[in-house]
C-alpha cells in the first residue's frame, strides 16, 4: 500500500494499463495491414533514432493472449488499446479488410472473458499512408475517411465495447507530427498543424454520432494531453507566458469541446494560421462526451521569453527527472484534475496515461528494480486520490505502459512498461512496479470492501 496515499479512490474505481497499436503490435505486413505514417517515418533515415521501427515491437499482435494473462495477474479492471486503422482499411478508405478486424475481435473476447473491460482508442497516430498521400489531416476530407473508419469499427465491435476514446493527443499530433516534424508524417508548418488540429476535433465530433448509432449504451470521450503550466513569478509577464502555453497545450482543444469556441485570444495571435471554420463545425466539435481522457506526465514552469517569444520553460532544480527528461510534479496532476472539474465540468474523467521512462534494466538474478518509477506512480496516484476526495469526478486511472514499447522517435531506447520486454527475446519479464500496481490495486478494493462491510 501506498505510503504516500491517504485518501483511498471509491470502490467502483477502474485500475487500468495503456498501450497503442503501433508501439506494441509489430506483424505490419500481416493479414492484409496496408502501411501506415509511421511505418514511411521509421523507414526514412534519420527520423528515429537507431532505425528503430514498429515492425515487431512487442510483438503484442501474436502474444496477446499471453499479455491478456499479465493484465488479470495485476487485477486489472481495463486495458487500454488503440486499433491501427490502416489494418482495417489499407487503403485509408474503401475496402474493409475482415482479417484486420478480426485480430480485435479476437483481443475484445480474450479480454471481456478475463472480465477485463476494453478502452478503445480509435487513432492513436497511425494514419494510413495513402491517406497522407490523399492530404492527410490537414485536409478536410480527411475527417470523411475517418468516418468511415468508425463506421466500420464500430459495426465490428459495437455490441461489445463499452468505452471509445476518438483521439489521442490531437496536440502532438497537431505539432510535434504536422507543425516541427518529430514524429510522422514529419510536416513542418503551423498551418497544417491547426488545420490538423480542427479535423482531428472534428472528426472526433462526428465519431461521437456513428458510435452512439452502433455502440448503443456505450460511452465515448477523447484524451487529450494536458498539463498545468505554472508562471516561474507572481510578475504578469510571467502569468501571461504561462496563460499562452495553457492556450496552447489545453485551452485551443478544451474549449472548442466543451464550450463550443475556439479562445479569443489564442484565435486572434493564430488570426493568420487559422484553419476555415465552417458553419455548424464548433457545434459538432462540442458534442455531449461522457469522458474526458487526461494523459499526464509533468507540469511545465513557464516565464516570460526576454528574446522576443511567447514563452520560455524554465528548468526546474529542485525536482526529480524521469528518463525522457520530463519533471516529475504530481501536483500538477491534482491541480490539473481540479481545475479541468473547475472551468469544463466534464461528466466523469479518466487518467488515460500516466507514467515514466526509466533506464530499466535486468539484473542478474533476473529482476528488473525500479524504485524509481514506484515512487513516481505513488505520488502520482496520490495527487490524483486527492482531487477525488475534492470532490472531482475522476472515473479510472491507466498506467502508462502495460509493457516497454515503441517510444516514437526515442524508438526502444525508452522504458514505460510495468513489464520489461527483452527485445531480441520478446520474453516479458514483469518489474517491481508490476507488483507493487498488483498490490496496490488489491489494497484498494480490499479497503473498499471493508468499508462497505
Ligand atoms: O508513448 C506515448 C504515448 O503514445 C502517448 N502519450 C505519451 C506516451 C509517452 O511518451
Not at 501571461?240 to 469556441?261: K, Q, S, T, Y
Request: proline residues 5%; charged residues 25%; aromatic residues 12%.
Amino acid at each position: 500500500m501506498s505510503s504516500q496515499l491517504t485518501q483511498p479512490f471509491p470502490a467502483d474505481f477502474v485500475w487500468g494499463a495503456a498501450t497503442a497499436a503501433y508501439q506494441i503490435e509489430g506483424a505490419v505486413n500481416e493479414d492484409g495491414r496496408g502501411e501506415s505514417v509511421w511505418d514511411r517515418f521509421c523507414a526514412t533515415p534519420g527520423k528515429v533514432r537507431a532505425g528503430d521501427s514498429g515492425a515487431v515491437a512487442c510483438d503484442f499482435y501474436h502474444r496477446y493472449r499471453e499479455d491478456v494473462a499479465l493484465m488479470r495477474e495485476l487485477g486489472l479492471d481495463a486495458f487500454r488499446f488503440s486499433i491501427a486503422w490502416p489494418r482495417v482499411l489499407p487503403d485509408g478508405r474503401g475496402r474493409v479488410n475482415a482479417a484486420g478486424l478480426d485480430f480485435y475481435d479476437r483481443l475484445v473476447d480474450e479480454l471481456l472473458g478475463s472480465g477485463i473491460a476494453p478502452y478503445v482508442t480509435l487513432f492513436h497516430w497511425d494514419t494510413p499512408q495513402a491517406i497522407e498521400d490523399a492530404g492527410g489531416w490537414p485536409s478536410r476530407a480527411t475527417v470523411d475517411a475517418f468516418c468511415e473508419y468508425v463506421e466500420a469499427v464500430s459495426q465490428r465491435l459495437g455490441d461489445r465495447v463499452g468505452r471509445w476514446i476518438t483521439h489521442n493527443e490531437p496536440w502532438v499530433v497537431s505539432w510535434v507530427g504536422h507543425g516541427w516534424g518529430h514524429h510522422a508524417p514529419g510536416r513542418e508548418s503551423e498551418a497544417d498543424a491547426l488545420a490538423t488540429a480542427h479535423h482531428l476535433l472534428l472528426s472526433h465530433g462526428r465519431a461521437v454520432e456513428i458510435l452512439r448509432r452502433n455502440s448503443p449504451g456505450s460511452q465515448v470521450g477523447i484524451t487529450l494531453n494536458l498539463d498545468t503550466p505554472y508562471p516561474a513569478s507572481d510578475s504578469p509577464e510571467d502569468a501571461a507566458a504561462a496563460r499562452w502555453v495553457d492556450g496552447m497545450h489545453n485551452r485551443w482543444f478544451l474549449d472548442p469541446l466543451f464550450r463550443g469556441e475556439y479562445p479569443e485570444d489564442m484565435a486572434e495571435a493564430w488570426a493568420a494560421l487559422v484553419p476555415e471554420v465552417r458553419d455548424g463545425d464548433l457545434a459538432t466539435i462540442s458534442r455531449a462526451i461522457d469522458f474526458l481522457g487526461v494523459n499526464n506526465y509533468t507540469s511545465p514552469l513557464v516565464a516570460a521569453d526576454t528574446n522576443g517569444g511567447r514563452s520560455r520553460i524554465v528548468r526546474r532544480n529542485d525536482v526529480d527527472r524521469t528518463d525522457m527528461g520530463w519533471e516529475v510534479v504530481p501536483e500538477g496532476l491534482h491541480d490539473l484534475l481540479l481545475r479541468l472539474h473547475r472551468d469544463y465540468r466534464p461528466g466523469a474523467l479518466y487518467v488515460t496515461e500516466n507514467g515514466a521512462a526509466y533506464p530499466d534494466v535486468r539484473g542478474h538474478d533476473g529482476h528488473v528494480r525500479d524504485a524509481e518509477r514506484q515512487s513516481y506512480l505513488e505520488a502520482y496516484l496520490a495527487g490524483a486520490a486527492r482531487a477525488v476526495a475534492q470532490g472531482v469526478p475522476l472515473r479510472g486511472y491507466f498506467a502508462w505502459s502495460l509493457l516497454d514499447n515503441f517510444e516514437w522517435a526515442w524508438g526502444y531506447w525508452k522504458r514505460f512498461g510495468l513489464v520489461y520486454v527483452d527485445y531480441p527475446t520478446l520474453e516479458r519479464v514483469p518489474k517491481g512496479s508490476f507488483y507493487w500496481y498488483r498490490d496496490f490495486i488489491a489494497a484498494q478494493r480490499a479497503r473498499a470492501a471493508e468499508e462497505a462491510a
